[in-house]
């Protein structure tokens, strides 16, 4: 592959969800990092632009999947695991919550606040 082949693939990866490339350009925005950053953090032995141009793991199929994506560029699994899980934590806290999860959360605040004056004797005067 061309320098400029290898680029032009780099890239575009970058911009289409289902590659490595999408989630890991969105892991390196989410942390203000670069791409370059987040690779290094993996250390390949091989083409760091193979690893942005492999497909993201299946759900049904993840840690199978890590272990071939890992094999295949030459990295430790668990370094992989870790930045997937990573943009996972970040996709979580990023998205909105439906509205059944913000009433649980405000309940558990309020119940929360009873638990620490079970007494009632915690007064305002």
């Known amino acids: 592959m061309t ?3 290898r680029e032009r693939a780099r890239q575009k990866a970058q ?5 490595l490339g999408y989630d890991l ?3 390196a925005e989410r942390e203000r990092k670069t791409i370059d950053e987040l690779l290094r953090e993996l250390k390949p032995e091989g083409d760091a632009t193979l690893l942005l141009l492999c ?3 299946r759900k049904e199929h993840f840690l199978g999947d890590v272990k071939s994506i890992s094999d295949y560029v030459r990295i430790a699994p668990e370094s992989l695991l870790s ?4 943009l ?4 979580l806290f990023s998205s909105p919550l ?3 999860a913000k009433d649980a959360l405000l309940l558990a605040a309020l119940e929360s606040d009873v ?6 004797e915690n007064h305002d005067d």
């Open 15 to 19: 911009t289409i969800p289902g590659f």
């Open 98 to 100: 439906p509205s059944t």
């Open 55 to 57: 497909r993201t793991p």
């Open 25 to 27: 350009h969105r892991l």
């Open 115 to 120: 638990d620490d004056d079970p007494e009632g």
């Open 88 to 91: 996972e934590v970040l996709d």
């Open 83 to 86: 930045l997937l899980r990573r």
């Open 3 to 5: 320098e400029r082949l």
